[in-house]
């Protein structure tokens, strides 16, 4: 119902503007007045009625294409961001009001070309205002954006999330976004696209592989429509190590951190910066083994103590068999007798049953 009243609506304005533009060309051209014969006059709006109603079907079409463009964009930019692009606007629309007191007076066109005007200025001041957010926002105290400058596009505040180098090139935070079990923007500071960029150009092979699949990752990663991926321009020059400029960056930001850096994880937790570890969490969400528990599993290598074979579960988990030296390359039956929890994973012992 809405879309066919803008739709008449727009009728309605288009075939007032091409009737006086017919009345005037005809009587200028022409020397033919629209007015004075009925034929011509039906005729004439029924031709402009139908061409407004063909244009104003393109109009709303093309409208919604760019509504649609521009929520997405919305989405995907801060409220920071949101507020210096609007205040960027404001200016552009001074400047083409300004200018446009002679384009406005042209004869028929004026109006049409003020319109564009006017729409690239705003424009001009959106893009200028959202790339020097920082010195606009600067202008005004800082108490004034003290609620809403860490304020994620989904309105909850700290909700973003600053990724670490690790993280990306890792790749299975793209599996856990699409879980649902991340929510908020993720903010990917521009010293962690250095270093993944110095990974990727790296002499060593496995290096340059890591590096290369993690842009990959993260391409991939802004390419989905529900994933918001920001580039964070703040940098610490004072500082040389990409862990502590992260660091600084939550602390300052009041962002967590996303990583399975252990060391960068103890550091970030020393400075009450929240840390986020996906190792934890996927450690967290491995099946439960408990003593005395049987199953099946294939030793594959010796164990580093006499006598013991190594065998994984298919999560990864790492079982260590007494007395399984001699099995290696069979498939056994286990029974648990302990389990260790370490920082690094959990660890199961067994012996044959």
Known sequence: MLKKTITLIVTAAVSIQLYLLLRIGMRQYFDVVIDQNIPSLVGS???????????????????????????????????????????GMLIGLVVALLLGNSIFKLPVVGPYF??????????????IGVKRREELVGLFPSSLFKNIR??????????????????????????????????GDL????????????ISDSSDSLKRNRGRRGLDILRKMQQEPDVVVRIDETDYPDLSEVDAKLVRMGMEKH????????????????????????????NAVKPVVLPGEEFEILVLKEGKEAAQGIGYLDDGTMVVVENGKKLVGKTIAVMVTSILQTAAGRMIFARPK
């Open 45 to 87: 709006v029924a031709g402009v009625i139908l061409l407004s109603f063909l244009l104003s079907k393109v109009l709303i079409f093309l409208l919604l294409k760019v509504a649609n463009v521009v929520r997405i964009s919305i989405e995907k930019i801060s409220v920071q961001e949101m507020i210096s692009g609007l205040l």
């Open 150 to 183: 860490h304020r994620s596009p989904s309105g909850n505040p700290c909700s973003s999330k600053l990724v670490d180098t690790s993280v990306i090139i890792d790749g299975r935070i793209s599996d856990i976004w699409q879980c649902g079990f991340i929510e």
């Open 187 to 198: 903010v990917v500071p521009n010293f962690v696209l250095e270093e993944l960029q110095k």
């Open 114 to 127: 003020y319109v564009l005007v006017a729409v690239f200025f705003a424009y001009l001041g959106w893009m």
């Open 255 to 282: 962002m967590p951190i996303l990583t399975n850096d252990y060391n960068l994880n103890k550091v970030a937790q020393l400075q009450g910066v929240k840390v986020l570890n996906i190792n934890e969490l996927a």
